[in-house]
């Protein structure tokens, strides 16, 4: 009857018999046998044999050990076994189970003297393994064979592939890696990696999947083209030569078809697009008209309700890109507030701005009906005079909104301010000011000289939902009443919206060919919207 029960359950390779392997070779080519004679079995059951007390210890431990571990001396003592191991390891011929087979019965483990089968995760550890083939004859079901052991591949999908880049000196490299891949048993279709090679020390900045797969980089743009993506299909063509900006991490913007990006120099913003004529893909310049709108930029942003490009620039501003495609409109403004944009993000149908301000850092969002900066809506069921809770407005100057009347400037004192009349609804905030004027007058290029000077004779502006027009054309800002248009109205009651065309006539010459024809600017918080300007003018030769 047997007291103890040996353990053959599944043994992992401990790393100190690597270390020791490596001590004992090491002292040998050192030139002494001292380790080798401490470990070496034969020597220590003739020291036992021959009664040394030395002997006799190390034999018995050995001994203990061995009863619950079979095996326990070759496969994590003795240095030849290791090294035969890791030979083992690598050999051609291996004992492996089919997976697809097993049942995690265990009775192949059972019956396995060095514990080298993991019932649970259906592997073999052929460094331990000693080729007894018990297992084979052992499992029911045949899922235990000897052999070389096939590389099962998973099903492909080229849509189900996660991309990560990395940037090298002289070459790039991108990695394609299928979800729940096996690291242990990669194939062909599990994983690509490939170089870029280039003439220029290139760095990959960003991966988008398009009609192509598109790799910016801070050299060159590329196009990685294959159906499917495969090592043997996969094609990697240069595009253009422009380079995404490398100082901060600005993800290129899909916009209705296209790709928009920041270019290598930080001051321009290319559409990256592909063209059927020239069967690949051109980075047109958006910023050719207003090639001082962008500089450093720091972080980008799109709308896709607005079909507006937000891009925070380091020194606080905002460039703001409004651009239809199909229709060719590329209209870019500018956006400045009482303190410095920090970054912009559009959530949904909302669009957040960190922004960092005199009293602090502020979340703020973009809202239809509000026409100052940093302003909040406040109301009380009794009207009143004194309104506080605008701490965070303290000592500026703001102005505020009453029940639809603009009520001029006022500053904030202790949190509060203090109206001359009564209201029970107010929007109050820091002035926002637009201003719009149009390019200078482009001489026709049949001219053989440029005019002299120009007189607007007058102008149309369509306009839509406004309550003010504040416009220079030529005699000085002045606040073109629109309420004249609403005959029907009252005079004293709030400023209505107004939708159509204004004309005007102009008096004066401009003899500064560069100066603007026109010029609309206001900071009353009010709604005005242009949609377009016409102007009829004169020019003297």
Known sequence: MLLFRRRTGFRPNRPYKYFLAALVFGALIGGTAVLVRLIDPYTLFGSAAGGAWFGLSISALLAVLVWFRRRLFCSNICPVGTVLGIISKHAVNKIYIEKSQCVSCGLCASRCPTGSIDI?????????????????????????????APIPAAPFSPTRRKWLTGGAVAAIFVLALKSGIDLGKAVDDDAIEFGILSDQVNAIKAVVSTRHLLVFTTGAEWMVSGEPLTPEKIQLKRQTNVGIYAEKILAPQQIDGATVFVSRSGRQLREFLYTDVEQAYQAKDLTILSNDIISRPRDISFDPDSSVVYLVLEDGTLSCLTTYRTEAVTAWCKLNTAGKF??????????????????????????????SDCSLRLTTETPQRDWSGLEHLEGEEVVVLANGFSLGKFKVEEGEIHLLDEADEIIVGLPYEHLIEPLPYMVEAERPYSPKALRVIGARFRILDSKSFCIDIGSGYFHYPLKRIHRDKIFDSPPLTYSGDVQMRALGWIREMNKPMWSIKSDEPLAFTLLSAVAEIKLKE
Do not use: M, Q
């Open 120 to 148: 649970k995760n259906k592997t073999v550890d052929n460094e331990t393994c000693i080729k007894c083939f018990n297992c084979l004859s052992r499992c029911p079901r045949n899922s235990l064979h000897y052999g070389t």
């Open 342 to 371: 920090i970054s912009a993000a559009v959530i949904g149908d909302n669009i957040y701005f960190c922004v960092e301000r005199k009293n602090g850092w502020f979340i703020e969002k973009f809202v239809d009906d509000y026409y």
